[in-house]
């Protein structure tokens, strides 16, 4: 018998504790679940020192490629695990079919609310809600991009609860952010651990920038041929810029901020060296209200006037379009499985976490009872930030919390806490149990299109829920195995 | 090409080529005050003197330090604060600058450019003062033959190293011009004292490497004229001022060539006359007070060039970053 196999404890998992959390390895003590056992007995040969050499490579090779964050004025590497997160072809055929069904009936959801408003009329969705999401553009109403399409580009955070069943936690279609991150983490990894690579078959993520291209291609307005597509930047500082000249690098189309452009007879244009270029495809990674002073936020710095209207005129398609937090609002979450049902007539196949509208009564009533034990969440918070996870906070936080939801019910939403499956995280040269949840990505071109995989993030405070890379979070490697 | 890529790109290029520069004049420097007049308490006038105002100028040199000497000027030069040109300086600009136009860079000259100022970041600053400058500016010297290296192996001739080139050229073409002026400013106040320390003159070439070039045109006849005239005109060495230029007037020309640029743009004309005026000096005997006029009238077109450019192909400067664009670009949200 050697280290590695079934029930004999590798020296990296010395004192790994599954705590009766769902943990996405070992279904019990020192017992690999079956997708991770080759993995498990590849670790065997390597030394607990020489895992702990090959994160420090990958650490130094975040710095040099400025993936980093600023940690109190000193740059530091975004904290990747290298050892990666793997996903059965079984299960993420389920997965994908159910991502791609979501996105699609929240991009139909979209259109249709600045459209015909057909969902609203039939009372899937109350009017009342909709109108105010704090994402609604009353500016959009009556816009039809080109193939009707609002949605480009979707980040859906997944996460497993203690029976590992997947739920979806949240939507995201403003600007998702990550798949930068899905393709580097893999570029990495097969630099720092090439030997894991050879016991499975790795679905690829590298053409995900090609994805994200043709799509993006496919939104240009009609009869433009090898349309000009763009990425708008708001720039250096921004904590995602890096993701942003990564893509842009990629998909070989210029990065640009507000300034490069300009608007003339209601089109973009570029501002070369030469003179003026035409834009078709605006892939922004600005906030909505910032995009164009002239018609939204007055005081933005980063945007170009006249971009609505051009966008208006069918000129020039801005992706995401500009609007579409409308369906990533939390209190419409509450109603996917009901949207996805009208516009699709299909079951949703993935589950959702249960979801409370404090904007009504007895919703309200029964989470300002139960505080202690649900997570509340501000309805257009993102980055983790505006949420109370009740069973963690004190008694003082929770009382502050009730109050901003007795003022502003619309404003919040209640959920059960899920207890978030756990995978092993390298800290110091041992492993440890830490919360992980899964962000794929949803590409809208002709159809949607999954980046097999995405991106694994992880809390690396012990016990904390929060995976946010704002809030401190890493990330690992993402595999999705083929059968 | 983006007018803001472009001029982004030029500056990541110049500002690497400044940083590159003045680590090798600090360590022909202080290796020239080591001996002769220059280690005899003459070190200030003849070496450091120099220095500063090749590095930057005197006036405002003196207003936060007493006066130029060995261990004032290596300071100023590598990370001074109160100078705005120090190589650290150079090197974050000439690195946040390729941030910014990341996409457009080989990966390795991201990664190189970056590297180099990771590693000038853990520069314990008290090591210039205990080993010398010497391994400081080696590592400068190495970080910018790397991502030089890089950007002539695996960059696309396009647009982007065009301007990258026309950076490097027209500061080198800046620098090696004042190298000159400030040798004969100094040898102007005090005629005669050059002539008999060679070393101090030397050190006009840079380093070794300049030397080593220059032994081959012109060995016999070492006198400042020689050396100065080596480092204006001579028509094949990389470092000198007419190479330069014509380095300069071949990448506008390229520019406009592959349409970026408009055709006969003011840049192109202004290049055109100052190589003029370098073959014409090539064709008259060197030396005497036409050298100080020629050096002076080369240096305003250097200056004029770089106007031009702004002007005509760079961003206007109404439409430069608005003070207030950092803080709203850190507060987007990117969920």
């Known amino acids: 018998m050697t280290f590695g196999e079934r029930g004999i404890p590798l020296p990296l998992f010395t004192d790994y504790e599954v705590d009766g959390f769902f943990d996405e390895m070992f279904e019990g003590p020192d017992q690999p679940r079956e997708t991770y056992r080759r993995l498990y007995s590849g670790l065997s040969r390597l030394r607990p020192s020489t895992f702990a050499a090959r994160s420090a490579l990958v650490d130094r090779a975040y710095l040099t490629q400025g993936i980093t964050f600023d940690h109190g004025g000193r740059e530091q590497p975004f904290p990747f695990d290298l050892l990666p997160r793997l996903i059965p072809a079984d299960e993420w055929t389920h997965l994908d079919a159910g991502l791609a069904q979501r996105v699609r009936a929240l991009d139909r959801f979209v259109a249709d609310f600045y459209g015909p408003r057909r969902a609203v009329a039939d009372g899937v969705v109350p009017n009342g809600l909709v109108s105010t999401c704090e994402g609604y553009l009353r500016a959009m109403v009556g816009v039809e991009p080109p193939l009707g399409r609002f949605v480009h580009v979707a980040g859906i955070d997944l996460v497993r609860d203690d029976d590992g069943v997947w739920r979806v936690l949240e939507d995201n279609l403003r600007c998702p952010s990550g798949l930068s991150y899905v393709v580097q983490n893999r570029a990495f990894m097969r630099r720092a651990f090439p030997e894991a690579f050879g016991d499975h078959h790795v679905e690829p993520v590298g053409h995900a920038p090609f994805l994200l291209l043709s799509a993006l291609m496919s939104a240009a307005p009609e009869g433009r041929e090898s349309p000009r597509v763009v990425v708008l930047t708001p720039g250096p500082a921004n904590a995602a810029y890096y993701e942003h000249a990564f893509l842009a690098q990629q998909m070989g189309v210029p990065l640009v901020e507000g300034r490069d452009l300009a608007v003339r007879d209601r089109r973009v244009y570029l501002r070369t060296t030469a003179g003026r270029e035409r834009v078709d495809v605006i892939y922004r990674r600005i906030d909505d209200g910032f995009l164009d002073p002239a018609s939204l936020r007055s005081d933005s710095l980063l945007g170009l006037s006249g971009l609505m209207q051009a966008c208006r005129d069918g000129n020039v398609a801005v992706c995401n379009a500009m609007g579409t937090g409308v369906a990533d609002d939390k209190a419409v979450y509450a109603y996917v499985p009901d949207i996805i049902r009208y516009f699709l007539e299909e079951e949703p196949i993935l589950e959702q976490v249960p979801t409370y509208l404090l904007g009504r009564d007895e919703d309200r009533a029964y989470v300002l009872a139960n505080m202690e034990r649900l997570v509340v969440k501000a309805v257009d918070g993102a980055g983790g930030y505006g949420l109370l996870i009740g069973p963690h906070a004190t008694p003082g936080e929770r009382q502050a919390f009730a109050k901003r939801v007795r003022e502003n019910p619309r404003g919040y939403i209640a959920q059960e806490t899920v207890r978030l499956s756990r995978a092993p995280v390298l800290v110091g040269e041992r492993f440890r149990a830490r919360h992980v949840d899964l962000r794929p990505f949803v590409v809208y071109g002709e159809r949607p299109v999954v980046v097999p995989g995405g991106l694994t993030r992880v809390a690396l405070r012990d016990g904390s829920l929060v995976v946010n890379s704002s809030q401190g979070g890493g990330s690992k490697d993402t595999w999705v195995l083929s059968a | ?335």
């Open chain 2, 1 to 335: 090409m983006l007018a803001r890529v472009a001029e982004t790109l030029y500056w990541t290029a110049r500002d690497l080529e400044r940083a590159e520069n003045l680590a090798r004049l600090l360590e022909a420097s202080q290796s020239a005050a080591l001996e002769g007049d220059a280690s005899n308490g003459a070190g200030g006038r003849l070496v450091w003197e120099p220095l500063v105002q090749v590095a930057g100028d005197m006036k405002s040199f003196l207003l936060t330090h007493r006066r130029a000497d060995e261990r004032s000027v290596p300071w100023f030069v590598t990370f001074g604060r109160d100078n705005p040109d120090s190589i650290a300086a150079c090197l974050n600009r000439s690195r946040e600058n390729a941030r910014s136009v990341r996409d457009r860079l080989p990966t390795e000259v991201w990664e190189g450019i970056n590297d180099a100022w990771l590693e000038l970041v853990d520069w314990p600053p008290a090591r210039i003062t205990r080993d010398g400058v010497y391994p400081f500016c080696r590592t400068i010297r190495r970080s910018s033959y790397l991502v030089l290296g890089l950007v002539e192996q695996s960059m696309r001739r396009d647009e982007g190293w065009q301007f990258m080139r026309l950076g490097r050229f027209l500061e080198r073409a800046e620098r090696s011009a004042r190298l000159v002026q400030g040798r004969y400013a100094a040898r102007s106040d005090a005629a005669g004292l050059d002539d008999v320390d060679p070393g101090t003159w030397r050190a006009m070439l840079g380093d070794a490497t300049a030397h080593e070039a220059y032994l081959q045109v012109d060995a016999a006849a070492l006198s400042p004229e020689s050396l100065s005239r080596f480092l204006m005109l001579d028509p094949r060495y990389p470092r000198s001022v007419a190479f330069c230029l014509g380095e300069v007037e071949n990448a506008i020309e390229d520019l406009v060539a592959m349409d970026a640029m408009p055709p006969n743009p003011a840049p192109m004309v202004l290049a055109r006359t100052a190589r003029d005026m370098v073959e014409t000096a090539a064709r008259k005997p060197w030396g005497g007070p036409e050298v100080g006029d020629l050096l002076e009238r080369l240096l305003a077109r250097c200056t004029s060039i770089d106007a031009a450019l702004a002007e005509s192909c760079f961003i206007a400067s109404y439409e430069r970053a608005p003070a207030g664009q950092r803080a709203q670009a850190s507060r987007q949200a990117q969920n």
